[in-house]
DNA sequence: CACGGAACGG
DNA sequence: CCGTTCCGTG
């Protein structure tokens, strides 16, 4: 990749690859190169991938990146374990859940309670190639293909 | 519960 | 920027 060292401009900026269109979220690892910090998605993205999370949040069957937050004060324990930050709760997680609907990275599926949805419409993450949510819950990733 | 402004900090 | 903390409003 043509990687230029300056810093990103950090807009909306997509970045084409073979067709399509990839937003820069989709490209932030957990592992950034000087350790940036764990963003929210990709912890959640990380608890969805485990079954053993499933009784404390879990893909929605039948819409396509929807998921519930079945233990809201579990995920926040979580997340503050994870983040040093022992008075997270889910009212504080939550508001950086809002803070993703403006970036375009998750929006609230209203009247369903604790209830959230990727947009990862029909995009392909670069970090999660092909993610696959079957009616079990469990998500697939394989990077076949390419 | 869910929303979003505001102040703040790493 | 990316949340964290706090909080008024619906």
Redesign the pocket.
Known sequence: EPESPRRRP???RTVRGRGYQFP??AY?TESSPGS????????ILELLQKEEFRHVIAWQQGEYGEFV?KD?DEVARL??R??C???????????????????R?L????G?????KFNFNKLVMPNYPFINIRSSGKMQTSLGGE
């Open positions: 950090d807009r909306r820069d979220w932030k940036r910090q764990i963003q929210l998605w990709h912890f937050i809201p997340w503050g994870r983040k930050k022992p008075q997270m709760n889910y009212d504080k997680l939550s508001r950086a859940l809002r803070y993703y609907y403006n970036k990275i929006h609230k599926t209203k369903k309670r604790f209830t959230y």
